[in-house]
């Protein structure tokens, strides 16, 4: 208790002596104090940031240790905000317009070596003149016929006191005399609160909404409205768009039409199911099964939305789409259908389905498969089923798998799998059935040729007796 006596007391003593040095020494030149030249004095709106500027004679050696401070408590003891400058002439002191903020300040300085103190500045006035916009949102930001939806006003920051929301509606198309938005309700903002609702359930027309916010600031109500938001029932097609092109395909990134614009899907690490959209999205396009998908790191500006898919739905419209943030990007799917099933061959054979071979003869499996899509792949040779040789492959060149020795008989394929999966994969190749057929030697042919021909000729004479008998 003594110390912080103690301190007090030496506080009180510092700033009477500062005092009393001022005011037995020569005061140096008054600084100039204005706003910097991007804020615009007649529009300064509550809780934007602005930015002051004191300006420091031209006479006047540096260093200099510069303060802003409330002109109603004009003295050298009080500061808000300081700074200390070795050669800048104009120092900008930066804070955000609170209510406490509306008042007159001034600024002076002190010059570092000599301990010369400035006169205070001309008073500055400092005026709240408006609001910004309330904000508007859908929650989902899209939705199909039938669902419900959340139409939502927030303040464009958090921590407006003294605020009321007022939310208004109007049904489209505008019918005569009912071209005014009607009043639906208010919610005045509790300390932490930042928004106020308003649910709709089946939703099966198409409604504008707009927020008034009003806000009481030193005495005086303060108003702004949102811009207009638009909540229409949709049928929200998906559509996987290729890398530089325009039209639509099985493989390429996720967009969703939103009246009449597409728009990317996006994603964000807090759900993890892009392996069911992925497979919503190509059942949804009739494009098969999904071969691969991957989240990019590229992010869009104008994203729709993640949908929560169980990876049961028919199509997307039928995931709710969530609005986290987007902090994974967007997504590329591959479906089945861009990726046909290879073609298998046989080397100087064809791709006849049937194959006789000998015992010891070798044979080579050609497998080659086509694609539009520029990504890794393996080319899978299996037999009866079974893998059995794996390769490296390109779309367009073909893979070749040799036997030597005994080739073992059965069904024979080929598939493409993606390269860094186990599981997404092509339909199989075309089946080539291979069969040992080892022939007789050349003598024993002949033999059985010869006796053959004399059991038809004795045959043939007991015939011929037995008639002239």
Not at 39 to 63: F, G
Not at 89 to 98: A, S
Not at 304 to 321: D, H, R, S, W, Y
Not at 438 to 459: C, H
Request: hydrophobic residues 35%.
């Amino acid at each position: 208790m003594k110390l912080h006596t103690l301190a007090v007391l030496w506080s009180v003593c510092w700033c009477m002596f500062a005092v009393q040095r001022v005011e037995s020494k020569e005061l140096l030149p008054a600084p100039t104090l204005s706003f910097n030249p991007r804020v615009n004095q007649s529009a300064i709106l509550l809780y934007s940031d602005i930015s002051l500027q004191c300006t420091i004679p031209n006479n006047v050696r540096m260093p200099v240790e510069i303060h802003l401070t409330h002109a109603e408590n004009a003295n050298y003891s009080s500061s808000i905000q300081s700074r200390t400058t070795w050669s800048l002439r104009v120092v900008d002191f930066e804070f955000q317009m609170k209510p406490d903020n509306e008042t007159a300040f001034i600024c002076w300085y002190r010059h570092i070596r000599s301990e010369g103190w400035s006169n205070f500045s001309a008073s500055l006035n400092v005026i709240i003149a408006g609001l910004s916009d309330p904000l508007m949102f859908l929650i989902p930001p899209a939705f199909p016929v039938g669902v419900k939806y959340i139409a939502q006003c927030e303040t464009p920051t958090k921590g407006y006191e003294n605020t009321t929301l007022k939310l208004y509606d109007r049904l489209l198309p505008i019918r005569p005399g009912k071209e005014a938005f009607e009043y639906i309700g208010l919610r005045v903002l509790l300390p932490g609160d930042w928004g106020a609702s308003v649910y709709r359930t089946n939703a099966g027309e198409t409604y504008e909404f707009i927020c008034e916010m009003e806000v009481f600031v030193n005495g005086r109500a303060l108003r702004s409205r949102s811009k207009i938001l638009t909540a229409m029932p949709e049928e929200l097609p998906v559509r996987l768009i290729p890398q530089n092109s325009d039209s639509g395909s099985c493989y390429g990134y996720a967009f969703l039409r939103v009246r009449d614009d597409w728009r990317p899907l996006c994603f964000s690490s807090t759900l993890q199911n892009t392996a069911e959209v992925a497979k919503v999205i190509c059942r949804e396009l009739g494009c098969g099964s999904v071969l691969d998908h991957k989240m990019l790191s590229t992010k869009s500006p104008d994203t729709i939305g993640t949908p929560n898919c169980t990876g049961n739905e028919k199509k997307i419209a039928e995931c709710p789409l969530v609005s986290y943030d987007c902090n994974q990007g967007t997504l590329s799917v591959i479906c089945s259908a861009s990726l046909s099933p290879p073609k298998l061959s046989l080397s100087e054979r064809g791709a006849d389905s049937l194959a006789y071979i000998r015992t010891e003869e070798s044979v080579t499996f050609r497998c080659i498969f086509e694609s539009p899509v520029d990504h890794s792949a393996y080319i899978v040779f299996t037999h009866n089923g079974v893998e059995s040789y794996t390769i490296s492959a390109r779309s367009g060149y073909a893979e070749r798998w040799s036997l030597s020795e005994t080739v073992p008989e059965g069904e024979y394929a080929c598939f493409v799998r993606m390269q860094g999966s186990t599981v997404y994969r092509t339909e199989r190749s075309n089946v080539i059935s291979i069969y040992i057929y080892d022939p007789p030697p050349a003598g024993a042919v002949a033999g059985g040729v010869i006796t053959t021909f004399f059991g038809v000729l004795i045959l043939i004479l007991l015939c011929v007796y037995g008639r002239s008998s």
